[in-house]
């Protein structure tokens, strides 16, 4: 089991910046693909990032690039994404997730590839 909490939502102004953490438990975190989902009121969660293991590998949705950084600490155990020039169509809460298929070797961009989710975290991005 892996328990994953995250942290660093809030409220901020169009063009600032936040930064999610999202630490993990339990299990071994290093073999695991993370990924950063979310999901704003009456929408489906949608993949915001992704990364392997090894944190050689990245994925970001078209929404996101440039803007948004995922990166890993496994000495830490933990994930982060950096979110810069956020733009109010950015509100939602945001999930940290884990996934062992492939052992960590690929990015995953689908929600039901994830084994483990956190709790959430509100970001709201006001105009």
């Known amino acids: 089991q892996v328990k994953l909490v995250e942290s660093g939502g809030g409220l901020v102004q169009a063009g600032g910046s936040l930064r999610l953490s999202c630490a993990a438990s339990?299990?071994?975190?290093?073999?695991?693909?993370m990924g950063w989902f979310s999901q704003a009121p009456g929408q489906e969660r949608e993949v915001v990032a992704s990364?392997?293991?090894?944190?050689?590998?990245?994925y970001y949705a078209d929404s996101v690039k440039g803007r948004f950084t995922i990166s890993r600490d496994n000495a830490k155990n933990t994930v982060y994404l950096q979110m810069n020039n956020l733009k109010p169509e950015d509100t939602a809460v945001y999930y940290c997730a884990a996934a062992r298929a492939a052992g960590g070797t690929v990015v995953l961009t689908a929600a039901y590839n994830y084994d483990y989710w956190g709790q959430g975290t509100q970001v709201t991005v006001s105009s």
């Open positions: 339990g299990r071994t975190f290093a073999p695991s693909t």
């Open positions: 990364i392997t293991s090894s944190g050689g590998s990245t």
